[in-house]
């Protein structure tokens, strides 16, 4: 039986409540452009890259656009929700959150962030918790976007860990499929019934200790 050495953690959704911001800002663009987007689209969004959120997008409204114009919207849209986050602070941290972060790094359990998003440094940095990461893994080191699993896998090789012996916690069905692909035990944040793929679901941080994780690992 392998024993939990490391957590790696999805930021928007699972640390930080950002995913509605994203979805906001997509929201905003696909009306300009005329392509009906609803709340339940948002599932086909969540995790996923900036540039494969646009071309799903785009894909919806049978759009076809040169680079230069795709290039200049996600600038907007990343500029929209960069905007939405101006106010980021540590009390807009999902529940339990920075709780279990603060008991991992009392227990030894190392950490490691595993986002798809190129703005994890300035999310980090804004709600003050850079500091309990011992790897940083985001948008802007990875060539596969998830449910590739090269994020989470590097994570686990910069904390010099087997993927067997790390929980990743994902609110994304893309982040579950890229965990369990790479072979790590996964915890979704979210709907068990859209997450089912992953090994246990709960509905938040706030659900969970270290007591409780090890248990449920060693299941
Ligand atoms: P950015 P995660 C993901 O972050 C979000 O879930 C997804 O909605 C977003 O499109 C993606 O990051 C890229 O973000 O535009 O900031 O580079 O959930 O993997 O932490
Ligand atoms: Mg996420």
Same mark, same amino acid.
């Given at each position: 039986?392998?024993?939990?050495?490391?957590?790696?953690?999805?930021?928007?959704?699972?640390?930080?409540?950002?995913?509605?911001?994203?979805?906001?800002?997509? &929201?905003?663009?696909?009306?300009?452009?005329?392509?009906?987007?609803?709340?339940?689209?948002?599932?086909?969004?969540?995790?996923?890259?900036?540039?494969?959120?646009?071309?799903?997008?785009?894909?919806?409204?049978?759009?076809?656009?040169?680079?230069? #114009?795709?290039?200049?919207?996600?600038?907007?849209?990343?500029?929209?929700?960069?905007?939405?986050? #101006?106010?980021?602070?540590?009390?807009?941290?999902?529940?339990?959150?920075?709780?279990?972060?603060?008991?991992?790094?009392?227990?030894?359990? &190392?950490?490691?962030?595993?986002?798809?998003?190129?703005?994890?440094?300035?999310?980090?940095?804004? #709600?003050?918790?850079?500091?309990?990461?011992?790897?940083?893994?985001?948008?802007?080191?990875?060539?596969?976007?998830?449910?590739? +699993?090269?994020?989470?896998?590097?994570?686990?090789?910069?904390?010099?860990?087997? +993927?067997?012996?790390?929980?990743?916690?994902?609110?994304?069905?893309?982040?579950?499929?890229?965990?369990?692909?790479?072979?790590?035990?996964?915890?979704?944040?979210?709907?068990?019934?859209?997450?089912?793929?992953?090994?246990?679901?709960?509905?938040?941080?706030?659900?969970?200790?270290?007591?409780?994780?090890?248990?449920?690992?060693?299941?």
């Amino acid at each position: 039986m392998a024993e939990l050495k490391a957590c790696i953690f999805d930021m928007d959704g699972v640390i930080v409540n950002s995913a509605d911001f994203h979805f906001h800002a997509w &929201k905003k663009l696909a009306d300009e452009l005329r392509i009906d987007i609803d709340d339940d689209f948002e599932i086909h969004l969540k995790g996923i890259s900036r540039v494969d959120s646009l071309e799903k997008i785009l894909a919806k409204g049978n759009l076809v656009l040169d680079n230069d #114009t795709k290039l200049s919207l996600m600038r907007n849209k990343n500029e929209e929700y960069l905007e939405s986050i #101006t106010g980021l602070k540590q009390e807009d941290l999902l529940p339990g959150a920075l709780d279990f972060l603060k008991e991992c790094k009392a227990n030894g359990v &190392k950490i490691a962030l595993g986002s798809s998003s190129k703005n994890a440094d300035i999310i980090l940095e804004k #709600t003050d918790i850079a500091g309990y990461f011992d790897e940083v893994i985001d948008g802007n080191k990875v060539k596969f976007s998830k449910p590739d +699993p090269e994020v989470f896998l590097k994570g686990a090789a910069g904390m010099n860990i087997a +993927p067997n012996e790390i929980v990743v916690f994902e609110d994304a069905l893309s982040g579950v499929q890229a965990a369990k692909s790479g072979g790590f035990f996964c915890v979704a944040l979210g709907n068990p019934e859209e997450l089912k793929q992953a090994d246990y679901v709960i509905d938040g941080l706030h659900q969970i200790n270290l007591d409780k994780l090890k248990s449920i690992f060693n299941h």
